[in-house]
């Protein structure tokens, strides 16, 4: 599948989740959960994948959520939007968890 806001590959039983959106740090909107998502079911169904790497293209793992898309959000009253952001999360962190392999998460720096 063709993503735009990530890549995803399975090679030798690992899957590769890469964060493609370094020119706003790889920050997450909406676009880029949903695809998040997917690959994340992806990886629990396939029975190839033994374990997750994650990464990101750029000099920034991931900045957060895309400050500017929350802007623009919060400038035009568009709560729906910062909502739907706040339950792709946390349904990232929900699938991350009851993934049934190895996540790695490759990056430089600090992390929380």
Do not use: W
Request: charged share 20%; proline share 3%; hydrophobic share 45%.
């Amino acid at each position: 599948m063709i993503y735009n806001t990530i890549q995803y590959v399975v090679d030798n039983g690992i899957g590769t989740l890469t964060f493609n959106r370094p020119t706003v740090a790889n920050g997450f909107n909406i676009e880029m959960c949903k695809e998040i998502l997917e690959v994340l079911a992806q990886a629990h169904n396939d029975e190839s994948v033994r374990a997750l790497l994650i990464n990101a293209e750029g000099k920034v793992f991931s900045a957060g959520g895309d400050l500017t898309e929350m802007e623009r959000a919060v400038n035009e009253g568009d709560t729906e939007s910062l909502f739907e952001i706040v339950e792709l999360v946390a349904q990232i962190s929900m699938a991350l968890k009851r993934l049934p392999k190895p996540v790695i998460m490759s990056l430089k720096g600090a992390a929380a």
